[in-house]
């Protein structure tokens, strides 16, 4: 379907490679307000890799699961079971079965134009773009080009894994037929909301293997100290500290994304024990697609994240941006989109010749996350150890959220922590971090507290609704309080 609103077209004001959310957006944002004209290219789907494959799948898989999991936990809820063939079915309509054609329609709508093809640079402010029949055609930016061609799953060196065509992310989020046994090879987000839904769904036999010492090994220990003990509650085999030595899988078909990739899979770890599964999914990590788009012509590196400034501009390159998952400064949807509005804002300024005042972009301290584990985990900003590490002095608090009448409501035993990381100086929060059933929602107030450098004799004041989850906050305060009374 070629979506574009003029087809013959060759030049615009900005050209944006990727069509996922951070270019989306920074597409809108320099075109809606400035008069200028902008292009997506995009070789697969318009909307990315986080409604199709990642965000929006995943997190259709886990909603039911989550709700299954804190009924069967409620005295008087009875008979919670999950119908995996509907839940299947409902991810598939949350992924409008693959098809884009509301994407573009938001684009056309909004008056972007949508090209089609694998693009890559030929120069400065020059992209050429080869469609799926081979022909190829030359667009011109007259302005600024964004690229947005984010990650890849990563599948690493091991001898055997690439010949055994391991499930990645996307088959795991988009699968058609639930394994009895499973191998997760990694221990971060992908692979801990992966675990949790094929538990969810029926995997009888699940193994996660980590190298690291501990599962979610960029939070605050706590937390993935939480999450393996939820694992080794449900059944679910927690190996850290081991790794993949080998893979063997003897028969390996064609089937496609979602399906069995072959028959039985033997992983070997380097304790040199085997594990026997049904699929291997990997999940170890990200690499950036900057192989192929051309970055040799504009005398850039061809490969690994980009380097960009709080501009989202790549240094040397003043009408070169790079937003999303490329440029490595955080990979998380709602960072990437948050640096498409900076960026199309600094287009859009600079096209203008206005002050680019207020137009920058800082993620150093303050990016939010959630884990949609069960328990879930969500944080913002910095750990204890992170802040320690960039030189603050820090002052902790904690508190066990099952204490607290808002969790008690939400389940009979429920499982959480809390933590503020504060900074002496300033008497400011630098960090936070949440486990527990309910807590995704309160990343948010984190957040504001964190940029909005909220002191922490005003935060006393912003009191929690009760009965709720949010009176983490007073408990927190009020633990912090004891410490410093020395009581």
Request: hydrophobic letters at 40%; glycine letters at 12%; proline letters at 5%.
């Amino acid at each position: 379907m070629n979506a574009s609103l003029n087809p013959d077209r060759s030049e615009w004001d900005v050209i944006v490679v990727g069509g996922g959310p951070p270019g989306e957006v920074a597409a809108q944002y320099a075109t809606q307000y400035s008069g200028l004209e902008a292009v997506i290219v995009e070789r697969e789907l318009l909307g990315g890799e986080c409604s199709f494959w990642a965000c929006m799948p995943s997190k259709g898989l886990l909603r039911p699961i989550e709700l299954v999991s804190n009924a069967r936990d409620l005295p008087g809820v009875t008979g919670a079971t999950v119908d995996v063939a509907a839940v299947l079915a409902r991810r598939d309509e949350i992924v409008k079965h693959h098809d884009d054609g509301s994407q573009v329609g938001w684009a056309t709508g909004a008056g972007i134009d949508v090209v089609r093809g694998h693009a890559r640079l030929a120069g400065e402010k020059s992209v050429t773009v080869t469609a799926s029949d081979g022909t190829t055609r030359t667009l011109t930016a007259r302005h600024a080009v964004v690229l947005a061609t984010g990650t890849r799953a990563n599948v690493p060196p091991i001898d055997g894994l690439r010949e055994a065509r391991p499930w990645i992310s996307r088959d795991a989020s988009n699968l058609h037929e639930v394994p009895r046994r499973v191998v997760i090879v990694g221990g971060g987000v992908v692979a801990c909301e992966a675990a949790t839904w094929l538990h969810g769904l029926g995997t009888e036999e699940l193994t996660i293997v980590e190298g690291g010492p501990r599962l979610l090994g960029r939070t605050e220990p706590f937390a993935g100290e939480i999450v393996a003990a939820g694992f080794t509650a449900a059944g679910i085999s927690v190996r850290t500290g081991t790794r993949v030595a080998a893979v063997s899988r003897p028969d390996v078909n064609d089937a496609g994304e979602g399906l069995l990739h072959g028959g039985e899979v033997t992983v070997t770890l380097d304790d040199g024990s085997l594990v026997v599964a049904d699929e291997i999914l990997v999940a170890a990590g990200r690499t950036p697609n900057s192989d192929d788009v051309g970055l040799d012509s504009v005398g850039l590196t061809p490969h690994g994240y980009l380097a960009v400034d709080d501009r989202l501009t790549v240094p040397g390159h003043d009408w070169l941006y790079v937003v999303g998952d490329l440029n490595g400064r955080a990979l998380l949807t709602h960072m990437g989109k948050y640096q498409g509005r900076i960026a199309g804002d600094v287009i859009a300024a600079r096209a203008a010749g206005t002050p680019l005042d207020g137009y920058f972009y800082t993620d150093r301290a303050t990016v939010p996350q959630v884990t949609f584990t069960d328990p879930e985990v969500g944080s913002a900003g910095l750990t204890e150890a992170q802040a320690r590490d960039a030189g603050i002095d820090v002052e902790t608090a904690e508190f066990d959220l099952a204490a607290l009448a808002g969790t008690y409501l939400l389940r009979e035993n429920y499982t959480g922590r809390a933590k503020l990381v504060i900074d002496r100086a300033s008497d400011t929060l630098v960090g936070v971090t949440f486990v527990g059933t309910g807590i995704a929602e309160l990343v948010h107030s984190a957040t504001v507290a964190i940029v909005g450098k909220v002191p922490v004799g005003d935060l006393w004041h912003a009191v929690p609704s009760y009965p709720t989850v949010s009176e983490a906050w007073l408990r927190l305060l009020e633990t912090l309080d004891r410490q410093r009374r020395g009581k």
